[in-house]
């Protein structure tokens, strides 16, 4: 990346299906930290003991796996849209929830709403709205990629209803046609960062223009479809091109995020700034990630080029 000395955070990203060339990549570019809102897998999963070692996954081995390369790893807990529509699963995943989302480095309840908005979505959505609120923790909702406004607006309709406080709510997947809506109802507003589709580098350029950056964050989502997990870093480029300043930058592609999840307790700084050093010759449950004879990556005490230097 052109732009030295800046550090972001990708607050949603499913790392689980990403290489670790991409955590390599997204270092370079400075990416220091990452948030993995459980989701589903493309294959819808058949019974709860797959989502009992999903969740253990993006709790355990890849928050070890980010950690590898020098990137701290966070996840949410939730139980996503469209499985929700497999009662006996969701059921099932319901009675797995409080137990992940108490773990360490768990921000949110997350990602949930709608997908298709049918009554078994909704059934769970509220249930997991109600959990939240019995558990103190704060809510990621992924909005619905058709009829988003009317998802959008039904989504923090529930969310009042359960007497959440909208500053501990992030809306993700926003576009121009809901934006307007999220800020002024006080909940946090995220982007993602599609190449072509959901919202592009270009329309967010724009939207930061027009709304400022208050509560206005942006993310890659990447997952295992066509996705790009340096949609945050190349975004911050083109907006200082495009002339906004550098502070804006850092509030939409880091400071604002970290402002939202930290509220969690579970996410700080910290985490990063004095995160341990790269040892890549540790393991995990006796896995490592190296393969066939790699010499590990030990990384020094003194700062490495590599290093992100906080301006
Ligand atoms: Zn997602």
Redesign the pocket.
Known sequence: MAEENMMFIDP?I?MISRTTDDYEAMRQAGIVAVIE?A?WLGQPRTNAGAMLDYFSTIVGWERFRAEQFGIVHYCTIGLNAKEANNEELAEKTMDLLPRYASKEGVVAIG?IGYDDMTDLEEKYFHQQLELAKKMDMLVLI?TPHRNKKQGTIRSMDLCEEHGLDPSKVIVDHNNEETVEDVLDRGYWTAFTIYPGTKMGNERMVDIVKKYGTERIFIDS?A?WGRSDPLGVPKTAQLMLQRGISKEDVKKVCYQNALDAYKQSGAMKEEDWLDRPKIDQSQTYGGNSVLRGGLEPFIEKEEPSEDDIIIE
């Open positions: 949603h499913h809102p989701f990602e992924h989502a997952d």
